[in-house]
């Protein structure tokens, strides 16, 4: 396949790089990360492998969960490069790195319920610059926060999870950065891409400008910055680790 | 006791049951999912998992796994035709907006005014975990939960005020145990239906709370 | 072409109803109705037609437009069903219908700009209880509205739009609800969809269940109560008025 | 006066000029729509529509036109390769989320603070009809403004204090009129560029505020 990047003149838009390196080059030390992926769906592995190659440190993780056994964000955290984690479900019978040092007071987490983090996200990408959420009221996790009882119910106030960078993993993207996913792999992806300065996509396959359906298009380019072919979770696999 | 407490199985089966045709319901992680076992292709029952489906087929074939085909619980699935994919901020927005007729969820205990706890055992040392529990609690129309009766210790998990973390508050409209199911309602908790050979007063008497006997048969 | 309907055994979700009577039938006086469309695109057409026979009165009618000519919304105004309108841009060079009774004052406005119209259904849809939004900030729009400054910026609060009915304009639709649009006649349809207690959809097309792919559904069935099938335009225009 | 007044047409190549090749652009109702006329294919910028749609094309061929495919004006336009469809919650949430690079707009009057006034004469029996106007205003990270210099009356529309009834507050970034181009700054406004044969003291005396002189030739 001729790479999409060959089409582009000087002056056209093109966002694919050819390496990972070239994707997640320049996050900076101290950078809020918003990774994508729900358990084994939709995790940008081959982006997190590179970002653990990259070397930027003190890191804040947005994502769902915290590390599986103990590759992606688990190596990620094992290297020590993370110094907060915002999740929802931190938990899971492999997740002994994270276990580990969060028992140790080696990492800071914010629990934050699924739909929460959805929202929250969503309002940073969206322009809002808070809500209030029925959710949560009268838990632990609303300890200290503002609330307000609108039409009867009572609400939580939250305030939008903006992220320095975002790792997505999507199915087909194209050199304006417009990206589908691929079934439950969608999740957090398209809110995470709206949420971050800087999205970056890792794709199965880069196709040709206008060969995505417009009516089907989940991201629109105008949230994604680079866009990098990453063929399967075998090649992920095969990315060599720096840890 | 010579009762035969109903087995997971029949407590999911009970639920089942009770899912009008055509709810969008929701099975939260573990005891939950088995409801889906219990459900007719016939009867259509449209499943929602949190992590963006709508139409949630059964568990996929060994050898049809799609590690991008999972639902809440991590297990591998299906979709029907018909279903959909979506994203998280939308996924969520169906439960929060009150769109799900139904979810199901697991507790450690239940009070008496429908507070349900399910999300941490508020033990110093545990990991808290708490996924789409305080969503799915605060946003389905109405919530249906399955526990045993009794704790290990037994202890009844069916409260008057809760000890362990709240998950959300007035919320479970009944509930399903291996001994009883009860609905909770505005003048408190009401008995449908009793585990054969056991009184409903030894059954107040082990649950420890203030419950009415509202079975068909009573 | 064999209706959806005739494959749906008894205990199977058949949303869809034959005639557009039916698919308005029990809209009750004083309802809130949401009606989808931008200008000339994604207007349920057949769906206001057959409001204006239904005969509901004291509607409040939230729409982009205030209604065009002397059909579609403007035909329901001049036939005095309409109590109010919640509008982003009544005034067009053909909205003398909407003018003249708006300078009688036999119409209520509610003015509010075009975004946050769309953020307050889609805070319907949602269960978000309020929102807090940079727009209309300062200006007479957000007169007498509670105000707060997030992260050094201004912003206003404002509250979910619900709609008793919405009615929509989709392209294709199946029998359990869930529909796709066609180019920008998607615009308020998805949002408004989500935001009411009944979703009406008209579609051009209702096809098998399982016809639409599941990754570019738009409007899942759960947001959908009715689908009517309204060949096109022409055919709208064709159903008798009772004005 | 001897000058010959910029036309819509070369305030629309001045602005078309200002935006840099890969921009994210929304060309507002009215005059900034001949914005599109002087973008060129070969420098892609992506034109944004607030009614759904990104990588909107030139105006549609007569005969091509289709009732679903328009602008926020409402004309016929057409899709590029390569865009995409959206739902106003959606094209809004870009739009005030901060993802357009751009946004140009008409106006009545802009402030020395960067005020804009665009969507209402103020005038008592005046319809008044809003649209986007205030969400792009607050919402771009640069808001482009054409307009005459003067009402015909004569009156500058760059003023100290608004009259109009405002669309945003302190957004305005540059001011393209039929006299001149200026720069909205945080030491005030800066005139850029001056229609030949006008002097710079000649604008300010016509402008009647405060203007500095930052001309690439001053």
Known sequence: MIPATRRAGPAMIDKTVPTLADAVAGIADGSTVLVGG???????????????AQGARELTIVSNHAGNGDTGLAALLAAGRVRRIVCSFPRHKDSWVFDGLYKAGRIELELVPQGTMAERLRAAGAGIGAFYTPTAYGTDLADGKETRVIDGRAHVLEYPLHGDVALVCADRGDRWGNLVYRKAGRNFGPVMATAARRTIAQVREIVPLGA???????TPGIFVARVVQASDRDDAAATPRAA | MTIKRWSRDEMAAKVARDIPAGSYVNLGIGMPTLVGNHLSAEREV?????????????????GDEDPDLINASRAPV???????YFHHADSFAMIRGGHLDICVLGAFQVSVAGDLANWHTGAADAIPAVGGAMDLAAGA????????????????KIVERLSYPVTALACVDVIYTDLAVVDVTRHGLAVREIVEGLAFDELVRMTGVALSDRRASA
């Open chain 1, 38 to 52: 729900f358990a084994t769906s939709g995790v940008p592995l081959a982006l997190i492998d590179a970002l653990l």
């Open chain 1, 212 to 218: 995505l359906d417009p009516e089907a298009i989940v």
């Open chain 2, 46 to 62: 449209i499943l929602h998992s949190e992590n963006g489906l709508l139409g949630m087929g059964p568990p996929a074939a060994p």
């Open chain 2, 78 to 84: 299906t979709l029907l035709p018909g279903g959909a």
């Open chain 2, 141 to 156: 129309n109405r919530v249906l939960v399955m526990m045993e009766h009794l704790t290990k210790a037994g202890e009844s």
